[in-house]
């Protein structure tokens, strides 16, 4: 039997580096509000009642970065992807909070 995919968890400085690369998902996965308040340019906002399509419309091979406020939510939607067969897929610890923080010292 094949060892269980696992996502990766990766800090701010890693989740710009990937982004840079280019061809990433993002995806937030906090609520509409906050979403429409501040959020990583093209990020998509994904809940559980959307989250579906994604799911079976995306390549599984495409990276897919996860974010929430903290980085704690992020790992429960990272798992469902993994779960679906997706192969490149990670979690941004400290979440949103992290990125506005680096973001705004940059």
């Not at 690369?21 to 429409?36: K, L, M, Q, Y």
């Not at 970065?65 to 993994?82: E, K, M, P, T």
Request: aromatic share 10%; charged share 25%; net charge negative.
């Amino acid at each position: 039997m094949a060892p269980r995919s696992q996502f990766k968890r990766i800090d701010v400085a890693t989740a710009r580096e990937l982004l840079d690369e280019g061809e990433v998902e993002i995806i937030d996965v906090r609520d509409a509000a906050s979403f429409s308040q501040a959020h990583i340019e093209r990020a998509r906002n994904v809940s559980d009642r959307n989250v579906g399509d994604l799911l079976t419309s995306l390549p599984k091979d495409r990276p897919i970065l996860i974010y929430c406020y903290r980085g704690n939510g992020s790992q429960v939607f990272a798992q469902i992807f993994v779960d679906f067969g997706f192969t490149d897929v990670y979690s941004m610890d400290g979440g949103f909070e992290a990125w506005r923080a680096v973001m705004s010292d940059a």
